[in-house]
């Protein structure tokens, strides 16, 4: 036990904080990046970080488990820690203790998510505990969030997932079974397959799933992923539309989180998930994490236009706050009715992104609600390779300022509130202390912020030459 509680008091350099967004994060002083590197090279001497889950409600996996998933040898490893599946909170563990055992990583996640297992066994009139061991949490009896998740799907609507893709049958097939294998009493896939270079995404469609009734192909020809999107909005028969993509895998509840995130209030026109990283195996998916990723989260969370009360003074323009595109459903009449996507804006147009934002800013001014929902879950595969980083930088920053461009495009009267805002946007982009850059580590590449700040100038031309080629 000795060593147990030095483990507990000073294991190397192991502090807890709470990130921006407002979930728990364990973070490890001891520096995981060899700083030798030619100059004005990026560093690429970063340790891979293990993914792993860890259920509360079951016996806690030893270190060789957690560190079995890939032939990675990972030092350290990001745990989701759930509790009767939700999600509570992400720790970072350490795994390159030799005498470290179950009970060890128990006292670590106690110390880290302890107020936050009691919060939900007391949501589920279950007793309060005052430590976690190695055997979990396990109850005689079903836990009254299962109960209502039950009673739930018994009368859950009929929806319907758009799935987007192009050229990329190697990620298709990786995600289509995630999608079939969710937890929820009916649904239809939509596999819109947008302007192919091949038939290879129809070729496996037509291979394997050919005896699929849920599966439905379909191709549009006018690229871009807003057309793919609209595309499948038209061909949906669902009472709500969920939308993902093909580097997306998506837990057993993603979709049945995503449904019930429909109910927690009125006129909710849009309910977004919990998205974390499927790998963190290169350096630059660790950076896409320090770049704010697309994680918002362990709480759920209601937005509407008297959100900005208790906000930020740019409310609600920063609506990657939100949520993420890789991960969103909204109601079927709302999208049939009020609004479609802009092919001006997202992959494939000039713009590159920022056709979420636009939808997400469209719900909050239309006088809906967003809900953030972090019981739907969903694992993003971040790009490996610098090059496709470098490229996704100057998206985003083109992505973001090509979103503002249409909010004054299509709400000119906004001019004047922006003008005000000016100030705050400019500390929000290029103060390292906002929001925005307070994670990014000291060695996280200086040109890939050169790289967004470039595309944020260059995004309202962008935007503005799409929205001239509109089909």
């Not at 270190?63 to 350290?76: G, L, P």
């Not at 720790?91 to 990583?105: G, H, R």
């Not at 396990?138 to 799935?163: D, G, K, W």
């Not at 937005?303 to 969103?328: E, H, I």
Request: proline letters at 6%.
């Amino acid at each position: 036990m000795a060593f147990h509680r030095q483990v507990l008091d000073d294991i190397r350099g192991f502090t807890l904080v709470t990130t921006a967004a407002g979930h728990l994060v364990g973070k490890l002083s001891s520096p995981r990046v060899t700083r030798q590197k030619q100059a004005g090279q990026p560093d690429k001497n970063v340790s891979p970080i293990g993914i792993c889950e860890i259920e509360l409600s079951q016996p806690l996996p030893d270190s060789t488990v957690i560190n079995a998933q890939s032939d990675q040898q990972y030092q350290y490893a990001q745990c989701l820690i759930r509790l009767h599946t939700r999600p509570l909170g992400m720790l970072e563990l350490p795994l390159d203790m030799p005498e470290a055992d179950t009970d060890v990583y128990a006292k670590l996640i106690w110390q880290a998510l302890g107020e936050q297992i009691n919060a939900h066994l007391r949501e589920d009139g279950l007793p309060e505990v005052t430590t976690l061991a190695a055997c979990g949490l396990p109850v005689l009896q079903t836990p009254e969030c299962q109960q209502e998740h039950a009673n739930f799907l018994q009368t859950a609507p009929f929806a319907s997932i758009v799935l987007s893709t192009r050229d990329r049958p190697d990620r298709l097939a990786r995600c289509l079974p995630t999608l079939l294998a969710q937890q929820y009493p009916a649904f239809e896939i939509i596999v819109v397959d947008n302007a192919p270079s091949t038939s290879a995404t129809a070729d496996l469609i037509q291979q394997v799933y050919a005896d699929e009734p849920r599966i439905h192909y379909v191709l549009e020809g006018y690229p871009g992923l807003s057309s793919a999107r609209n595309r499948g909005i038209l061909e949906a028969q669902g009472e709500i539309i969920a939308f993902t993509d093909d580097d997306v895998v998506v837990d057993a509840h993603w979709l049945a989180g995503l449904a019930k995130g429909f109910s927690v209030t009125e006129n909710v026109a849009c309910v977004t998930s919990l998205v974390l990283p499927l790998a963190l195996e290169t350096p630059t998916q660790i950076w896409f994490e320090e770049f704010g990723g697309f994680n918002r989260g362990y709480v759920q969370r209601v937005f509407d236009r008297a959100s900005r009360k208790n906000g930020t003074s740019l409310y609600p323009f920063t609506a990657g706050a939100f949520g993420t595109g890789a991960a969103m459903a909204f109601k079927a009449n709302f999208l049939q009715e009020e609004m479609e996507f802009d092919i001006a804006l997202g992959a494939g147009s000039p713009a590159s992104g920022g056709e979420d934002l636009a939808a997400f800013f469209h719900v909050i001014m239309s006088g809906n609600r967003l809900v953030y929902e972090p019981t739907s879950l969903a694992y993003h595969e971040h790009r490996r390779d610098y090059s496709s980083f470098q490229k996704q930088m100057y998206d985003y920053g083109a992505g973001l300022t090509a979103y503002l461009t249409k909010i004054l495009v299509d709400h000119p009267l906004l001019l004047f509130r922006l003008i005000i805002l000016i100030p705050a946007a400019l500390f929000y982009i290029l103060s390292s202390r906002s929001a925005k850059n307070r994670q990014k580590s000291s060695q996280f590449p200086k040109e890939l912020i050169r790289l967004e700040r470039k595309g944020m100038l260059q995004g309202p031309f962008l935007y503005l030459k799409g929205r001239s080629q509109k089909k």
